[in-house]
């Protein structure tokens, strides 16, 4: 890239010094600077995205999640239907509707 200084010093900027020429503009650089706390940055690669392995640890631990749910959710039924078959009580749902 073709690039021209003129730079004035001494007394009343009365000596000049001209440079012109050719100038290698360097690529940008892969990092990025991100702002982390009061007065605090930090450096990051540039193409810091969510690497595979942690989308995959993610998915799994919802997995394990609903799992969980379900299993808490059959057993709550289980028990509740065995106690109205211990009691001979009716269920809720068939009490308020009127059907026996």
Known sequence: M?????LGYGNGNRLIATWSGLVTVPAPPRT????????????VPAAAGIPVWAIALLVIGVLLLLLAAVAVVLRWR??????????GEMPRHRRRSGVT
């Not at 073709?2 to 003129?6: D, G, I, S």
């Not at 600077?33 to 930090?42: D, E, F, L, V």
Request: glycine residues 8%; proline residues 7%; hydrophobic residues 25%.
């Open 2 to 6: 073709p690039c021209a200084v003129r």
């Open 32 to 43: 990025r600077i991100i702002h982390t706390g009061p007065g605090a940055y930090s450096i």
């Open 78 to 87: 289980h028990r509740r239907r065995e106690a109205t078959r211990r009691t």
